[in-house]
Each structure stands twice: as C-alpha cells, then as structure tokens.
C-alpha cells in the first residue's frame, strides 16, 4: 500500500476511535439536530428571533445547573437540592435589595450561600456517611423552607439596570446569560480536563476505594465537588432572579430533576467515573429544545409534567444500557 492510501486508512482509523471514544456525544450531537430540523417543522415560530432569544436565556439557567451538578455526579454523588439552593440565592438578592444593599452585594451573597449550601451536602455525604440521594433530598425540603422563612413566603419585585441588563441585553446577536453558561462550561472543562482535581473526580467515580489507596484525599475532593455544584446552583439564583425581576421561594418547584437529566443524557453516568461536560451541554440542548416544542405547540402543563417524567426514565434507562448505574 502507498504512503497516500496508509494515511487515508489511518485517517479513517483515527475516525472511528474518536466515535468510539464519545460516542455519547456524537449521539447527543445527531439528536440535537434532528431536535432542532424536527420542531423548525412542527412550529413556524421555533426558529423567530424572539423565540431563539428565549431558547437561549431558558438553556442558561438549566446548564449552568447542570455544568455544577455534572462535577458531583462525575465522582458518583448527586444533587437534588438544587433548585432549592437557587431559590435560597435569589431570595437573599431579594432580601437586601428590599433592604437597600447595593445589588452587587445581593449577588456576591447569592454566590455565597451556593457554595455554603453545597458545603452543607458535602458534610452530610462525607462526615455523616449518608447516600448522596437521601442527603440531597433531606437538604432539597430544608432549603426549601428557607426560602419560603426568609419573607413568610412572598415574593419580592426587583427593579435593577444591571440585573435586566443580564437579562435582556445580547452580545454577538446572543443573550448576555447564555454567554454566562458557555463560561462555565469552559472553566468546567478545564477543570475536569487538566487539573489534579478532575483526575481525582474521574479516580474517585471509578474506583472510590482504589482512589483512596492511591493516596487521593477522597473526603476533601467530594466536599469541594459539591461547594462547585453549589455554587453553580447560587449563579443560576442570580440568573433566573435577572430573568423574572423577581425573587420567589418556589422558584424551581417542579424542575428538580431537568438538570440531572441533562446530564444523565449526556453521557455522565449515575455511578461516576466517565462522560465530560460536553455531553451535558448537548444533553441541556436537546431537553431545551424539547421543553420549548412542548410550549410552541400547546401542550398541556399537566402532559408536560408526564412527558419530563417519562424523559427521566429513559436517561436512566440509557444510562443504566450504557453501564453507568449508581454504585454508592
């Protein structure tokens, strides 16, 4: 064989081990497509201007929920309080600016409470030795009624240039917010990819007892995984607090389980150990995408709730084909 017909079998070698290797991915990728070609058939407002703004600022949220939960999950935890921690961080904005504080003093406390809250499930995870789903679902009521004490329960109007300008405004034709979420994605990536900690994320959800035998300080890793996905949750406090111009205790009620969905379809296995944050990121999409079709078309809230039901299932489903079962 020539040289030129030795490179093109190695080129299409190459090929095939990089569909091999993500294949996650790549799927995600097609069915986003198809996603997108579908609902641009089925709604002739799908692919308007307006709507494409609203598809952007709604996936915003959603994955910056999901790029901090997909750390956690990385290592084989879970975290269903999220919303609830994001309700928290918004009704602390809503807290001081109804006191008269400086906005960027509500969001710098948004930012912090996140990463206290996750602080808080990772005590419970490492130091009580309690199963990261009980734990989270224990914190998930608790926060929850924090939320709601903080004002007995009202909501608090929020009138501010900086926050609608994170809302509204768009750089390159695209919101400011999505841009916000591409952020995390990157700085996830990264973190996941070169640094010491995502190798010891990836060692710990494959093997926890061999990450520890190897010398990784597993109780440290989780703790700090979970102050990421916290932290995430009071960014997305901030962002959804900017979309509504509202501060709400119930914000979130009824999407606890989107973001793990996401990245579930994403490739990120319950049990730890494999996937990366790009699937999760082609896993917001396509639930986005989904979610925004149900609305262009009118579907019923009550077929929505069923439909987002029947969508968690089959992320488990494929995720339990794929061999990524919870283990803890």
């Known amino acids: 064989m020539n040289e030129k017909g030795l490179m093109k079998t190695g080129g ?91 906005i960027g003093v509500g969001l710098l406390a948004a930012l912090v409470i996140g990463i206290l809250a996750g602080m808080v499930n990772g005590f419970i995870v490492t130091k009580m030795k309690i199963v990261p789903m009980i734990a989270t679902i224990g914190t998930q009521m608790s926060f929850r009624a924090i939320a709601s004490l903080t004002t007995g329960g009202n909501k608090i109007r929020i009138s501010n240039e900086l926050l609608d300008n994170l809302a509204f405004q768009t750089f390159l034709g695209v919101p400011v917010q999505f841009w916000v979420m591409i952020l995390v994605f990157i700085v996830v990536f990264v973190m996941m990819k070169y640094t010491e900690f995502g190798r010891s994320v990836y060692a710990i959800g494959s093997n926890q007892m061999a990450a520890y035998l190897s010398g990784i300080k597993v109780n440290k890793i989780k703790m700090f995984a979970y102050a990421i996905t916290g932290l995430s949750s009071g960014l997305a406090g901030i962002l959804w607090t900017a979309q509504m111009r509202t501060a709400v205790p119930t914000a979130g009620v009824g999407s606890e389980f989107i973001p793990i969905s996401s990245v579930i379809m994403g490739g990120v296995g319950l049990g730890g150990g494999k996937g990366n944050i790009v699937g999760t990121f082609f896993g917001v999409a396509l639930l986005t995408i989904f979610s925004n079709a149900m609305t262009l078309l009118n579907i019923q809230a009550y077929y929505q709730d069923l439909l987002n039901g029947l969508i968690l299932i089959l992320a488990v489903f494929i995720d339990t084909v794929r061999g990524g079962g919870y283990k803890q």
């Open 12 to 102: 299409v070698a190459k090929v095939r081990r990089f569909l091999k290797m993500n294949s996650s991915q790549v799927s995600m990728f097609v069915a986003v497509a198809l996603g997108f070609i579908i609902v641009s058939i089925a709604s002739p407002y799908f692919l308007t201007g307006t709507n494409m703004k609203n598809l952007g600022m709604s996936m915003a949220t959603y994955g910056v929920l999901a790029g901090g939960v997909t750390v956690s999950m990385l290592l084989g935890g879970l975290d269903l309080s999220q919303m609830s921690v994001m309700a928290v961080s918004s009704m602390v904005i809503g807290v001081l600016y109804q006191q008269g504080y400086p």
